[in-house]
């Protein structure tokens, strides 16, 4: 019989590996499931709380999408969050990582969450692919590969697309020691082209991007 110091400290169940992540933790931590992917938490609990947090402070209280898109699903929590607050949206998760999606099938219920569609593709070119404005009513942008941001998901072109296919576009941003200042930086260059408002949480700050 385990004691109740085991209860409390973080067992690494598994350690997988994959082209996009050299190093994927499952983490078991007071009987709940996380994802560890570069030494970063990417699903579970205390992502859940992020986002959890942030859509009751940044979205309007009777708001109610019927599309929402999720850019980087990973494990699905973002994605569980939103079905639990939206139960009637339909929600496009966007996971480049094939290894992810079946750690999430297996470990996290992936298939168990209402209404959610998986797309195994890199988030730029789904996005590419979309040629209609205002194609989702809610979007996430969520994409990390270990504590890095993919290459153009910064870029402003970019960022406005993505922003033309929503009229709530959300991005969640690491908030700590070497972080906080490159996020504050981010920041800044989106204040140049967009309004922006933001929800800080302990390590991370998610911000909401409206046009001018």
């Known amino acids: 019989m385990k004691s109740i110091k085991h209860w409390f400290t973080p067992e690494t169940i598994n350690t997988f590996s994959s082209q996009y992540n050299p190093q994927i933790q499952l983490i078991k931590f007071m009987g709940r499931y996380r994802l560890d992917m570069g030494g970063l938490t990417q699903s579970g609990p205390i992502i859940e709380d992020i986002w959890s947090q942030s859509l009751k402070k940044l979205l309007p209280k009777k708001f109610l999408p019927k599309r929402t898109l999720i850019l980087g ?23 480049i990582d094939p290894q992810v999606v079946n750690i999430a099938q297996k470990y996290f219920a992936l298939h168990k969450i209402k209404n959610l569609e998986i797309i195994n593709q890199d ?8 040629k209609a404005k205002n194609t989702f009513d809610l979007i996430l942008l969520d994409c990390y590969l270990g504590s890095q941001i993919p290459v153009g998901l910064e870029n402003p072109k970019t960022l406005k697309k993505i922003k033309n296919l929503t009229k709530h576009l959300l991005i969640n941003r690491l908030f700590w020691d070497k972080h906080r200042h490159k996020t504050l930086e981010f920041l800044s260059s989106l204040n140049q082209s967009f309004i922006t408002s933001s929800h800080r949480t302990t390590w991370n700050l998610v911000i909401s991007v409206n046009n001018i």
């Open 73 to 95: 699903l990973g494990a699905g929590s973002a994605a569980r969050v939103i079905a639990s607050r939206y139960p009637e949206t339909k929600i496009i998760g966007v996971e």
């Open 123 to 130: 988030a730029l070119k789904y996005v590419s692919g979309i």
